[in-house]
């Protein structure tokens, strides 16, 4: 059967733009090259499109805002290019259950900013906001800026409805707070990365607008300091958000965006500070926080925004840092150890790029608050991309043998996908890479949905 009697050919690309965009995701060490790009509509449309697949033997890869950095999008070996942008239908609020029903194509920022409209709060906020889709939020349980206060997407998922690599349509929990009829299988599909199955469906938590909040941005002497001023900061202070980045990515950033420095003294590490105001006294607790992390020595100096303007600008340069070093075609990695592991984490990673590979240039910067660092290697001018590739992925081997003795996570945020399925052992052992691969032949017993990913079968 012809792809073209399973959906509407107007919903069909073979376009060579099309193919090249939808084809891949914010990784460019992959070249893109899928058969056909489809567009369906809806949920019936996406069954129907699965079952042909595994009547035809055909290969899908889910795309949806395409901006994951593991190569968990691409279509590079001949599959069809399934994007979910035409499923972006924001349904009703349910004001009652705090839920509200969205189609897996909707842009995070639209359903942001629909439901402040409304009066209401969606907290999973990250720099790629504008161009994320929710579907792939939770396809790779999304972090981002707000996880010390709010969690991570896997908090905010209700109910599920996904078309298995069957061909099943399943509803899963239907918003339900308390069910306890057995496996919630809504779990096993946030983070799974499409390799289970297609979300086309979910209902959506949301919450409360948070409280006037105060935006700090510090200058710390060095990474034990760090850790004193975010216990300091976090004792008696409802934090939002605590940021990290180096003098590096300062630097780039300033250059980049043409912001002033937010103070004289250069420091080698940056923190933003994101504050709830819950009551009248929190300034002056604020304020007495910040003094005691200078008398200790924690601090060479810091700004507290005194406009919306200036938080808005403090937040610029921890979120454009990522645009900014796209000029040198960074090659970047996303990982996480114990938040209390991070200072000892970076300086013994550190120490390691500055041994083994001196003509790198490392940029940092993360979410102190939850363990999560963004390491971003520049590439030399005087350098092949084909070079280049082949020593990052040497150094790789170092990076993750390290978290591995850490205890921590080789893809925080990202996910696995390509690019770091073959280091995959090294955050989980072979009983738990087999028990995944047992759940994946349950779900897709065709290996149709996004092969290759995660791990091979």
């Known amino acids: 059967m012809r792809l073209e009697e399973v959906i509407d050919p107007k919903q069909i690309s073979t376009n060579k733009e099309d193919l090249t965009n939808y084809g891949q995701d914010w990784t460019r060490y992959y070249e893109p090259n899928p058969e056909a790009i489809v567009f369906p509509k809806n949920t019936q449309e996406v069954q129907a ?75 999973v906020d990250f720099a790629a906001r504008g161009s994320s889709h929710i579907g792939g939020n939770i396809a790779t349980n999304a972090g981002g800026i707000k996880v010390l206060r709010y969690g991570l997407m896997r908090n905010w998922v209700s109910s599920l409805t996904v078309v298995t690599g069957k061909g099943d349509v399943l509803k899963l929990n239907q918003s339900l707070v308390k069910n306890a009829t057995g496996y919630d299988l809504r779990h096993l599909f946030i983070g799974s990365e499409g390799t289970l199955g297609i979300i086309t469906e979910a209902e959506i938590k949301f919450t409360s607008p948070p409280k006037p909040q105060q935006v700090l941005l510090l200058g710390a002497m060095d990474l034990d300091a760090v850790m004193n001023v975010f216990k300091t900061f976090q004792h008696n202070l409802q934090i939002t958000a605590f940021e990290l980045f180096t003098e590096l990515a300062m630097k780039y950033v300033l250059k980049s965006t043409g912001l002033n420095r937010p103070f004289s003294t250069e420091s ?68 996480s150890v114990r938040v209390s592991d991070v200072p ?108 290759g990913k995660i791990f091979d079968l």
């Open 344 to 451: 000892k984490f970076m300086r013994s990673i550190d120490e390691v790029y500055k041994k083994e590979y001196p003509e790198f240039e490392v940029v940092w910067f993360g979410h102190i608050g939850d363990g999560n660092l963004h390491i971003s290697i520049l590439k030399p001018e005087n350098m092949s991309m084909d070079q280049f590739l082949q020593k990052c992925r040497k150094s790789d081997e170092s990076l993750f043998s390290k978290i591995q003795e850490f205890g921590g996570s080789i893809s925080a945020e990202h996910g696995v996908g390509l690019s770091k399925k073959a280091y995959l052992s090294f955050s989980r052992s072979a009983a738990e890479v087999e028990a995944m691969r047992a759940i994946k032949r349950h779900f897709d017993p065709k290996l149709v949905l996004n092969p």
């Open 268 to 335: 080698p590490i940056y923190l933003l500070c994101e504050v709830e105001l819950e009551s009248s006294e929190t300034e002056g607790e604020i304020l007495t926080a910040f003094e005691k992390c200078l008398e200790e020595g924690w601090l060479s100096d810091g700004v507290i925004n005194q406009s919306e303007q200036q938080a808005k600008d403090f937040w610029r340069l921890r979120e454009d840092i990522t645009e900014s070093l796209a000029f040198a075609t960074p090659y970047k990695n996303d990982v």
């Open 49 to 123: 499109l699965v079952k042909w697949a595994n009547q035809e033997s055909k290969k899908i890869v889910v795309s949806g805002g395409r901006t994951g950095l593991s190569g968990g999008a691409v279509a590079k070996d001949g599959e069809i290019v399934l994007s979910l942008e035409k499923l972006n239908q924001i349904g009703s609020i349910n004001e009652i259950d705090s839920t509200i029903h969205v189609e897996a194509g909707v842009i995070t920022e639209d359903l942001q900013n629909h439901l402040r409209d409304q009066g209401y709060f969606f907290p």
